[in-house]
């Protein structure tokens, strides 16, 4: 079917985003122009206070505002400074800070290393983290990385890197099935995943 041009662009810029396929990508393109109108005028008025107002931290990564810039996450005080918790991107930030299992700092990573997509050290930031780690004086990280081949090759190459730093490196795993990721856990797993982290080199929990 010869479709109108502006509503295939619209398919395939949702097609474009994470869990959404072509024909979701439909579904929701038929639904904005034949359904609610107000809902389209919000999702435009939503997504323009986004692009105006919204941003990450320029210091951990998470989800803030240019008013707020660095977070709350970074600047409330009665969090650990010297704990820091290396997640993958925002979203695991919101899921681990919904369990309530975790009261020190976030390091949000731009993905994980993978030679498949030209991801290599550089490119998810860890230089600008180890920087971090040296300056902060962090005592702990934990590395909250999926349970997958690439999540664990990222968290073996983050434990050597870290080592001569002379920094705690443990990384959740009680309760995270393996290849499972943050994602898809719930915020009671998630808390005690966070409580039951290991060394990352040793059999026992880390010490807090």
């Not at 959404?20 to 639904?31: H, K, L, Q, T």
């Not at 008013?67 to 979203?91: M, Y």
């Not at 700092?105 to 498949?116: N, Q, T």
């Not at 990352?200 to 880390?206: L, N, Q, S, T, V």
Request: net charge neutral; charged share 30%.
């Amino acid at each position: 079917m010869n479709l109108p041009e502006p509503f295939e662009r619209l398919v395939k810029v949702l097609g474009r985003l994470p869990a959404i396929g072509r024909r979701s990508a439909e579904r929701i393109a038929i639904e904005l122009v034949r359904g609610e109108r107000r809902l389209l005028g919000e999702l435009l008025s939503a997504l323009g206070d986004i692009q105006a107002n919204v941003r990450c931290c320029s210091r951990c990564g998470a989800l803030t505002t240019k008013e707020e810039d660095p977070c709350r996450l970074c600047t409330d005080p009665a969090r650990d400074g010297a704990l820091l918790c290396i997640v993958e991107d925002p979203g695991d930030v919101i899921r681990i800070e919904s369990s309530g299992g975790w009261k020190g700092r976030y390091h949000v990573l731009a993905g994980r290393i993978s030679p498949m997509h030209a991801k290599g050290a550089k490119e998810i930031g860890v230089p600008e983290l180890a920087a971090r780690i040296q300056r902060e004086h962090i005592r702990e990280v934990v590395l909250a990385l999926d349970t997958d081949v690439e999540g664990d090759a990222t968290a073996a190459y983050l434990a050597d890197l870290l080592r001569p730093l002379r920094v705690r490196v443990s990384r959740i795993a009680f309760g995270l099935p393996a290849g499972s990721g943050i994602a898809y856990s719930d915020p009671v797993t998630l808390a005690r995943a966070l409580e039951g982290r290991r060394g990352y080199d040793e059999g026992g929990p880390a010490e807090n």
